[in-house]
């Protein structure tokens, strides 16, 4: 016969517990998964875009199309043939884009200042034609999936308007520029830039 005295029993009982705790405890570990997962997601969210026009560098022959009168019901476009030429700025934090093109429409030079704030992972840009001499109000956006989005609300014909610029179609010898207005809201939008830029080799 097997005696259990009480000294006995209370030492099993404490070395079970003992072991008990050392055990993971599975809601716990799949918390902490989790959480590591939702960092990362954001981690990956919120990607550094301060080379996302790293692309662009360089010199560009630039076919552009513009209507004469948006937001009138005007279908004229002329047409302009030039060259654009991008430099990098801080590293690439910040570019410089001159547009220099010729049509029937006559001679337009262009320049924008791109920025990139690292605290919104945004760019602005800023654009300015030899015509006024001074920048007007920035257009703020992003790249996502390769394709620029940038918007911003000006005034034209002493009405308020959006204003949408679009990169697209960007490979590593040519993009496409599109600017489009909004006198409603952002309901519906009529284009009224579109450029076609093609690398000069060499």
Known sequence: MVIITFKYLHMCILTLG???SLQPMPALAQSKTNSNTTTSEQTLKQRDGQHDFDFEIGTWKTHLR???RPLTGSTT???YEGTTVVRKVWNGRANLVELVADGPAGHFEGLNLRLYNPESRQW???FANSSGGTLGVPAIGE???GRGVFYDQETLNGRTIFVRFVIS???PNSCRFEQAFSDDGGKTWEVNWIAVDTRVKG
């Open 143 to 145: 790249f996502k999936n």
């Open 124 to 126: 602005s840009l800023n």
């Open 66 to 68: 513009r209507l004469l």
């Open 77 to 79: 476009w002329v047409e």
């Open 169 to 171: 179609d960007i490979t």
């Open 18 to 20: 003992l072991i008990a």
